[in-house]
C-alpha cells in the first residue's frame, strides 16, 4: 500500500495526521477564508452591506423563488437576522418578495436586474479567486479538496449542498 503524500508538511499520511498538522490545516482554511471573501467584502463595504447579505443574494440566485423558510434553512440564521437583511435589499430594490401562488403564507424570493448585477460582482470575484487557485494546485488537488470540504459537511448540509450542486 503506498503512501499518498500532502504538501508542505501537512500529513506523511492522509491516513494519521497529528495535532500540529491538523492545526497547519485549520489555520490555512482561516487564511484562505479571509483571502476567499476579501473581493466581496470590499464590493459590500462600499453598498455598506455584509456577508449576510452576501450570502442570501447567493443563494437566492441558485435558487430563484425560494421560500424565506427554505432560506432560513440553508443559512441557519434567525428569522429576525435574516429579515434585517432581506428588508434592505428588498427596500434597495435587489430582492423582490412575492406572495405564494399555493400557500399564501409563502413568500418566494428573487433577485431584481440590479440583484442580479451584484450577484455576479461578488461571484466574478470569488470564481476568479478559485479558478488561479484550483489552476495552481490541479485537478488531483481539486478533487480532493471538493472531497474534503464534503467530509467536513454536517450530514443535513451535505444533502442540502447535494442537492444544490445536482440542480444548477
Do not use: C, W
Not at 467584502?41 to 421560500?67: E, K, S
Amino acid at each position: 500500500m503506498s503512501e499518498t503524500r500532502a504538501p508542505q508538511g501537512f500529513g506523511e499520511s492522509l491516513l494519521y495526521l497529528t495535532d500540529e498538522q491538523l492545526r497547519q490545516g485549520i489555520e490555512a482554511m482561516f487564511f484562505a477564508y479571509r483571502g476567499f471573501t476579501a473581493d466581496p467584502d470590499r464590493i459590500l463595504d462600499d453598498l455598506a452591506y455584509g456577508r449576510a447579505h452576501h450570502r442570501a443574494v447567493h443563494f437566492i440566485n441558485r435558487a430563484p423563488g425560494t421560500t424565506v423558510n427554505n432560506l432560513l434553512a440553508i443559512l441557519g440564521v434567525t428569522k429576525q437576522s435574516l429579515n434585517r437583511v432581506l428588508r434592505s435589499l428588498i427596500e434597495d430594490g435587489l430582492v423582490e418578495s412575492r406572495v405564494g401562488t399555493a400557500d399564501k403564507r409563502e413568500r418566494h424570493l428573487y433577485l431584481t436586474e440590479r440583484g442580479k448585477a451584484l450577484e455576479t460582482r461578488l461571484s466574478d470575484a470569488q470564481r476568479a479567486r478559485m479558478r488561479a487557485a484550483f489552476r495552481e494546485a490541479g485537478p488531483e488537488a481539486v478533487s480532493g479538496f471538493r472531497q474534503v470540504l464534503e467530509a467536513m459537511m454536517d450530514p443535513d448540509m451535505r444533502r442540502a449542498y447535494t442537492r444544490l450542486r445536482d440542480n444548477g
